[in-house]
Nanobody, 116 residues
Framework: VQLQASGGGLVQAGGSLRLSCAAS????????MAWYREAPGKQRELVAR???????DYADSVKGRFTISRDSAENTVSLQMNSLQPGDTAVYYC???????????WGQGTLVTVSS
């Protein structure tokens, strides 16, 4: 599976960005799709994930501000980020997994910078 992420950039605090990630290859085996982020000096953390049945869950820090969605027909997963804060500054990675434990793939990452 290849994952191509896009949509990162520089935004002022309070602004919005939308990240998108397109999957190609063995997409029929994808089950869950997710976004992670890695801030400087911090460990990579789960931001949001969505199952094949469109059940979503979020990190507490982004609940009410971020929305994850997927388009199974287009094999894409998106992350709408509103009310961005400087603490959201990080490289954001899309991630997919399947039923088999070995089936997991990372995208290349896209940088989101939120200025105060």
């Amino acid at each position: 599976v290849q994952l191509q992420a896009s949509g990162g950039g520089l935004v002022q605090a309070g602004g919005s960005l939308r990240l998108s990630c397109a999957a190609s290859g063995r997409v029929s085996e994808i089950n869950n799709m997710a976004w992670y982020r890695e801030a400087p000096g911090k460990q990579r953390e789960l931001v949001a994930r969505i199952s094949s049945s469109d059940s979503a869950d979020y990190a507490d820090s982004v609940k009410g501000r971020f929305t994850i969605s997927r388009d199974s027909a287009e094999n894409t997963v998106s992350l709408q980020m509103n009310s961005l804060q400087p603490g959201d500054t990080a490289v954001y990675y899309c991630y997919v997994s399947g039923r088999a434990s070995w089936f997991s793939y990372w995208g290349q990452g896209t940088l989101v910078t939120v200025s105060s």
